[in-house]
């Protein structure tokens, strides 16, 4: 998984959507709830199979989202020590994301790429990939992004996507754009957007693995909500 696009809005506002491409076989995600875990508050849908998640905020004032992979696809080994979607819930949790992200112990961990979201004086976005041997952590800026899974996805069919983005941009981002109106826009692209071939299209779907979801997270001034949405394959 996935396909990620995170959209930066005026006043420090932003909208994350994820589509989440998984085995059709995985066990199905409980809905997103709020937890309390350490005495922190946290908002994400937990994963059937490990407990983690794949994206959630929490009262850090912060959010992450995961696609598997690296910057390159992986030979997957037999074993890990830990879920990703722990690692996502460890990261909302810690007090300091830069200095956690340096020191988190990820030995034996699969490899990811994390989109992080931060918020406390202004917007800060990052990017960390373990590539399994060594962590990179970027700061990005504060423009519009396409991701997609390494696991799933080519370099070619990552510059195809990136393309139809473009073009979402040019005809429904314009210079001052309403959240309300971003926020259904840019479901659509995760709906639609792509050539009819289902194996790439971003709303994908091949013959074991599939979007089974596609969740939003908007920050609009000092509201953070999240909206699910189940797909049916």
């Given amino acids: 998984m996935c396909t990620v696009t995170y959209i930066h809005l005026n006043n420090n506002n932003f909208i994350l959507t994820s589509s989440r491409d998984v085995p059709f076989s995985r066990e199905k995600a409980d809905l997103p709830k709020q937890y309390i875990e350490q005495g922190i508050s946290l908002y994400y849908p937990k994963d059937g199979k490990a407990g983690g998640t794949w994206i959630g905020f929490s009262d850090k004032k912060r959010m992450i989202c ?48 994390l989109v992080i979201v931060a918020w406390i004086k202004k917007i800060d976005l990052f990017e960390f990939v373990w590539d399994g041997n060594n962590k990179h952590f970027s700061i ?78 908007i920050k609009n001034n000092n509201d953070i909500k999240m909206n699910y949405e189940e797909i049916k394959s």
């Fill in 66 to 113: 995961l696609l598997n992979g690296g910057f390159k696809n992986h030979k997957q080994q037999e074993y890990y020590i830990k879920s990703r979607g722990l690692i996502v819930k460890e990261l909302l949790k810690s007090d300091d994301i830069t200095k956690a992200c340096k020191t988190i112990d990820l030995e034996k961990v699969e490899p990811f790429t």
């Fill in 140 to 217: 990005l800026k504060q423009e519009n992004h396409i991701w997609s899974s390494s696991t799933l996805y080519t370099d070619a069919i990552k510059n195809r996507r990136k393309s139809w983005f473009k073009k979402w941009e040019l005809e429904h981002h314009p210079q001052n754009p309403k959240t309300e109106n971003v926020k259904n826009d840019i479901l659509k692209f995760h709906h639609t957007a792509g050539e009819g071939d289902s194996n790439v299209d971003v709303l994908m779907k091949r013959v074991k693995v599939g979007t089974v979801s596609i969740t939003q997270v």
